[in-house]
Structures are given as C-alpha cells and as structure tokens.
C-alpha cells in the first residue's frame, strides 16, 4: 500500500531552520506531483509548495516565499521541505501529499491528492 511518512519536524526559535523528509512508498514515485500543506491549530488546511514529476517546476505560496524550498529526490522517493528564518506563525502540523497527475504542475487545492502523510509537528517559539 502507499505510504508517506514525514519526518524532521520539532521546536525551533524565530529565525531558525528545519528541514521535513517525506519518504513515499508503494507508488510508482515520478508519477507523481508532491505537495506539501500545514494546518494550525483552529485554521483549516493550507497549501504550503508544490513540486512536479521531475522536480523542475516549484511552487511556494506567497507566506513562505523566499524562506521555504520544496525539493525532491526521485531516486530515494523522498521530497524535502528547507524552512529557512521561521517565525510563530510557521508553527502548524506539516503534511506531504501525492497527487497521481504524472507530468502536469501540482495544484494548491487539497481536495486534489490523492495521499498523504501522517503529519509532523513544527513549532516555533518567539
């Protein structure tokens, strides 16, 4: 069955840096667009970047522009998230998703993945 499982997440001061890990398997892996989301306490469900088959097109939403970079390792199956200077509101619960579209762009729409991880904690402390 398809897996994604997160990793990386943990507390961290303002203006600090993590890195997210989301390994996928029992997916054929470049057939898919990946994508990440967070959701904070209260709020719903946001899109946070998108990365497509090859990793030659990205993604960012405008809140993580210039600090967050999505990127991916199609050998190891595995798509990062580099979260440079952090702030308080960064903190949320951070997903990865897959969504089966083969070679087109990702979308920001969550309702469009087709899986996802069990999340991974990021909290940042002011």
């Known amino acids: 069955q398809v897996q994604l499982v997160e990793s990386g997440g943990g507390l961290v001061q303002a203006g600090g840096s993590l890195r997210l890990s989301c390994a996928a398997s029992?997916?054929?892996?470049?057939?898919?667009?990946m994508g990440w989301f967070r959701q904070a306490p209260g709020k719903e469900r946001e899109f946070v970047a998108g990365?497509?088959?090859?990793?030659?097109?990205?993604f960012h939403a405008n809140s993580v522009k210039g600090r967050f970079t999505i990127s991916r390792d199609n050998a190891k199956k595995t798509v990062y998230l580099q979260m440079n200077s952090l702030k308080p509101e960064d903190t949320a619960v951070y997903y990865c998703?897959?969504?089966?579209?083969?070679?087109?762009?990702?979308?920001?729409?969550?309702?469009?993945?087709?899986?996802w991880g069990q999340g991974t904690q990021v909290t940042v402390s002011s």
């Open positions: 029992g997916l054929t892996f470049t057939t898919y667009a």
């Open positions: 998703a897959a969504d089966h579209i083969y070679f087109s762009d990702p979308g920001s729409d969550d309702d469009k993945y087709d899986y």
């Open positions: 990365i497509n088959w090859s990793g030659g097109r990205t």
